[in-house]
């Protein structure tokens, strides 16, 4: 296993449209093992394959307490089926660091895709899962949590981003 670099904001991958995953082959399974320590590495509760600038269908989370055991999950080519409720949370994101926003999101949703194995799964999350849910796989459509922020907040984030990388030109 190997720990990837993230791909942070405004890296393009982060910005389009993931593929669907056709082949579930072997190197799909070092990718999903990669990803998985990834996540636990830098540490987040999910991570979406075009962080770490592959840009397919491929998510994957774990919402355990950290005093509990891992317990990681997998889920590809994943598409919310139904969505209920309303809640606000704080987000953060690897792609979008040292910076945290309340998001507004459903509260309970159902999430369909494949497992491991290829075989049909649905995810029924609710509380932070349905938050983590929700967060992965906009970033699959090229969404990230600021885009579902307001527009003067987004700017402002956008604005430190470029001074940011302004003076690393310099
Ligand atoms: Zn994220």
Do not use: W
């Amino acid at each position: 296993m190997a720990v990837l670099d993230i791909c942070k904001y405004p890296d393009p991958v982060l910005l389009k449209k993931a593929k669907p995953v056709k082949n579930l082959d072997d190197s799909l399974q070092k990718l999903i093992q990669d990803m998985i320590e990834t996540m636990y590495q830098a540490p987040g509760i999910g991570l979406a394959a075009n962080q770490i600038g592959k840009p397919v269908r491929l998510i994957v989370f774990d919402v355990t307490p950290k005093d509990q055991d891992r317990n990681p999950s997998v889920l590809i080519n994943p598409e919310i089926i139904e969505a209920e409720g309303e809640q606000t949370l704080e987000e953060g994101c690897l792609s979008v660091p040292e910076y945290y926003s309340d998001v507004k999101r459903s509260s309970k949703v159902i999430a369909r895709g494949l497992d491991l194995e290829g075989r049909p799964v649905e995810i029924c999350g609710e509380g932070i899962l349905a938050t983590v849910l929700q967060h992965e796989i906009d970033h699959l459509d090229g969404i990230l949590f600021i885009d579902r922020i307001s527009a003067l907040k987004r700017a402002l984030y956008k604005k430190r981003v470029q001074k940011k990388l302004k003076k690393q030109e310099e």
